[in-house]
């Protein structure tokens, strides 16, 4: 009987051995497996910081362009409106915002109310004479900062389209017509400082 119980005791102390063989195995992979989660953690960590570093750098950003631009508006009103327009406008007929304000600065310096001796009016020196028709232009209108970019660019979209896309030829025929042929006018235009 005695010999029965220690054969008994030694299978079951055996069993019991490799029972917690295979729980500190089980304990060592779970350990491996936290030491390799912490790792994957701590970069996840890491890059989540390196992302919200990030957003504060751009919120930032835009606090400033915001704080710029809401005093640009105080101090230059009349500017500040026409890059307003001429960036929702460039985009409404396809052009690059800055070719529109370098065409603007080359045609009137930003003079909304200037008059040309060939008969153009206001900031993009639309030819009244020449469109007044073909786009119904309202006389009473011309001066109008929205408005004369809306014509002037409805005007450069019929040439751009005239050229088969090629915008040097329509800022050409923009200044030019079909008649006159003044060749500096294209690298006046994309000279100034906004283009």
Do not use: C
């Not at 069993?15 to 500190?24: E, G, H, N, R």
């Not at 020449?130 to 009473?140: A, G, H, P, R, Y």
């Not at 079909?178 to 100034?192: A, E, G, I, L, M």
């Amino acid at each position: 009987m005695v010999k029965k119980i220690i054969i008994f005791t030694n299978i079951l102390l055996l069993a019991i051995t490799f029972l917690m063989i295979d729980y500190i195995k089980e304990l060592d992979r779970d350990k491996d497996k936290l030491i390799t989660d912490k790792g994957v953690l701590a970069k996840t960590i890491e890059k989540n910081n390196n992302k919200l570093n990030e957003l504060i750098t751009k919120v930032d950003e835009f606090k400033l362009i915001s704080y710029r631009d809401n005093i640009v508006k105080k101090k230059y009103p009349a500017f500040s409106k026409i890059v307003e327009v001429v960036f929702e406008k460039s985009g409404k007929y396809g052009f690059d915002p800055n070719l529109i304000m370098s065409l603007i600065h080359t045609e009137s310096s930003f003079r909304p109310k200037v008059v040309s001796s060939q008969g153009a009016y206001g900031l993009m020196q639309v030819n009244y004479s020449v469109w007044k028709d073909e786009l119904q232009i309202e006389s009473s209108k011309i001066f109008d900062i929205e408005y004369n970019i809306e014509m002037g660019l409805r005007i450069l979209k019929r040439y751009y389209d005239k050229s088969n896309g090629d915008i040097m030829r329509a800022l050409h025929l923009y200044n030019n017509g079909y008649t006159y042929n003044n060749t500096k006018y294209n690298k006046k235009v994309v000279s100034t400082i906004y283009y």
